[in-house]
């Protein structure tokens, strides 16, 4: 990844002492993207040994630029508590930055915190906001991000956040299914809900299913 980003910008490493040292000169800077980058090596401990603190450092400074990502894995780190105190209201504030900026993965994460509620430190959850919850997922499902369809298709079985719809939630489902998501397919093909769908509306739904997954791949390219 650093030799690729290392290569677009004019700088060749040849060892990997070298690669870090390129990408240290570019992060000190300013560059967002070199930050970010090298937060995240890191934060994997590739080419360098592992080291959160220092990840959190560079994740910050890119993120104070907007870099989204560094801005999502900011988040990962306050909700986690590795190289930072534990925050999790502090692990929200940056998923909502990287969400409002479109990052389906922060919408996704956004969206738990609202629709489980919020956790504390000790772990406990407050009472949340289930409808601010479903339209961050909603966002995030139409980029295609699994556990943002199989979360919208939970929502939609229960009535919980929006209206009861099990022809909704049979789409939701289905296309999580495709993209590859387990716990979809296996809610899926449940037959304590899916007796309340009639051939036809099964028919209907798969129809929709796979329209809306066209639609989806479509706003990929």
């Known amino acids: 990844m650093m030799r690729k980003i290392a290569r677009i910008f004019g700088v060749v490493p040849q ?3 070298k690669n870090i040292a390129a990408l240290r000169a570019w992060a000190e800077l300013g560059h967002a993207w070199a930050q970010y980058s090298l937060g995240r090596a890191y934060w994997k401990g590739e080419e360098i040994d592992e080291d959160k603190r220092e990840a959190e450092h560079w994740y910050r400074l890119a993120a104070e630029q907007g870099h989204t990502k560094a801005q999502l894995f900011l988040g990962v780190a306050y909700d986690n508590g590795e190289g ?4 999790k209201r502090e692990a929200a504030r940056w998923w909502r930055m990287a969400a409002e900026q479109g990052v389906a993965e922060a919408q996704t994460k956004l969206g738990d915190t609202y629709y489980f509620g919020e956790r504390s430190d000790s772990g406990k959850r407050s009472a949340g906001d289930k409808r ?6 909603r966002k995030a499902a139409a980029q295609g991000h699994m556990q943002a369809q199989t979360h919208l298709g ?5 009535g ?3 209206i009861m719809d099990k022809s909704e939630a049979y789409i ?3 296309i999580a299914k495709v993209n590859g998501n387990r716990r979809a397919a296996k809610f899926l093909h449940e037959n304590n809900w899916r007796k309340h769908l009639s051939k036809n509306e099964i028919c209907s739904a798969q129809k ?3 329209a809306r997954l066209e639609e989806i791949e479509n706003r990929k390219e």
């Open 132 to 137: 601010e919850g479903v339209r961050w997922y």
């Open 172 to 174: 939701w489902w289905s």
């Open 154 to 158: 939970f929502a939609y079985c229960y």
């Open 208 to 210: 929709e299913a796979a």
């Open 160 to 162: 919980i956040g929006v």
């Open 15 to 17: 060892t990997s002492s």
């Open 84 to 87: 930072v105190t534990m925050d």
